[in-house]
T-cell receptor
Framework: DQQVKQNSPSLSVQEGRISILNCDYTNSMFDYFLWYKKYPAEGPTFLISISSIKDKNEDGRFTVFLNKSAKHLSLHIVPSQPGDSAVYFCAASRYGNQFYFGTGTSLTVIP | DAGVIQSPRHEVTEMGQEVTLRCKPISGHNSLFWYRQTMMRGLELLIYFNNNVPIDDSGMPEDRFSAKMPNASFSTLKIQPSEPRDSAVYFC??????????????FGNGTRLTVT
């Protein structure tokens, strides 16, 4: 049973525009949320995280928003660059244990 | 830091054979996780260890799967006997602490397993 869901398998965005990737979760006990980026033939790499006590965390071009009431988080990338083309996974955990991942969204940034 | 090291990168085997995947976590990390990536389920947690002790193995699909962590610097995931449906990419990840906030997982580059 998927506790973390990414309902959009793919997304295409023009270079320079905003990319918005979405993620929903079902377990209200999750208190730590993360986004990972994955290139082919490599392991996922950590991108940005947010704890449940916040609703926004920003790191350069990347911002994660958390809406606890809706059990929803999103990743905004602005401006999008061709090098951002990858598969993005969202993840959630409780107390830093048992990280649950979504199925991923493949982002393509068109030059 | 060398990161999480997994071996082999690719494994091709015949149905019924035993397969052993290996992982060396980042030094000092006391939590280790095994994941399997499939198209349908994404990254699926199989088992995780904290201080070399298995904490939760509820994600291990069948008794054919077993995992060990004999010391802080080494873990194995074994499939015996292997079946074609086990074909997937298997990732190992480690984390500085099992009960600490803001401790992301660090992944290895995975082992692509093909069972024919």
């Amino acid at each position: 049973d998927q506790q973390v869901k990414q309902n959009s398998p793919s997304l295409s965005v023009q270079e320079g525009r905003i990319s918005i990737l979405n993620c929903d979760y079902t377990n209200s006990m999750f208190d730590y949320f993360l986004w990972y980026k994955k290139y082919p033939a490599e392991g996922p790499t950590f991108l940005i995280s947010i704890s449940s006590i916040k609703d926004k965390n920003e790191d350069g071009r990347f911002t994660v928003f958390l809406n606890k009431s809706a059990k929803h988080l999103s990743l905004h990338i602005v401006p999008s660059q061709p090098g951002d083309s990858a598969v993005y996974f969202c993840a959630a955990s409780r107390y830093g244990n048992q990280f649950y991942f979504g199925t991923g969204t493949s982002l393509t940034v068109i030059p | 830091d060398a990161g999480v090291i997994q071996s082999p990168r690719h494994e091709v085997t015949e149905m019924g054979q035993e397969v052993t995947l290996r992982c060396k976590p980042i030094s000092g990390h006391n939590s280790l996780f095994w994941y399997r990536q499939t198209m349908m389920r994404g990254l699926e947690l199989l088992i995780y260890f904290n201080n070399n002790v298995p904490i939760d193995d509820s994600g291990m699909p069948e008794d054919r799967f077993s995992a060990k962590m004999p010391n802080a610097s080494f873990s194995t995931l074994k499939i015996q006997p292997s079946e074609p449906r086990d074909s997937a990419v298997y990732f190992c990840a480690s984390s500085p602490s099992g009960r600490s906030y803001n401790s992301p997982l660090h992944f290895g580059n995975g082992t692509r397993l093909t069972v024919t």
